[in-house]
């Protein structure tokens, strides 16, 4: 008799305890993805930049309207909790410090793509949408490009939006700020 083999699917809460009695280290960054634990590859000069750049031209912009994350968990289920480069949050009083925030807490995802476009397009905006994330964005670094994801629907989103430097675009939640896609791109 011949049985089939089961993945092992992790919780975020046995993810975390794998963290803190050191199967997980901190110097290789991971990811909870459906349950899976991911490993990122390293974040290279490029990435990093287009981060900074984002984050400096996005937090003045927005002020007061919304908190915004770098780097830093969002849980979106029991099995997933990735780490965007950005994240536009509720803002909060406590900034989060009593839990992380979760998808009701989210305007808009910002994903940053060096190397990454596969994963962040087709994993994670996968899990987002399944998450009901409302809004994602992918800097695609290679292509140039700023690809939008609105309108959640089972793993998928309804629209999809690419734009170049030059364009202009709007947060759904902020209809009223313009943001210059050439800021975020490095134009």
Known sequence: ?????????????????MAEVGILSEEIRTELIKGEILEMSAMGTRHRAAVNRASHFLIPLFGEKAQVSVQLPVRLDEFSEPQPDICFLRPR???????????????????????????DRDVKLEAYAGARIREVWI????????????????????????????EVVSLLAFPEIAVQVSKLLGG
């Open 1 to 17: 008799m011949q049985t089939e083999a089961t993945k092992k699917l992790f919780s975020v809460d046995e993810y975390y305890r």
């Open 139 to 166: 800097e695609d670094l290679v292509s140039q490009t700023l690809m939008i994801f609105r309108d959640p629907s089972q793993q998928t989103y309804k629209t999809s939006l690419t734009l170049r430097a030059g």
């Open 93 to 119: 009083r406590d900034f989060y410090e009593s839990r992380h925030p979760g998808p009701s807490d989210v305007f808009m995802i910002l994903e940053i793509s060096d190397t990454s476009l596969h994963y």
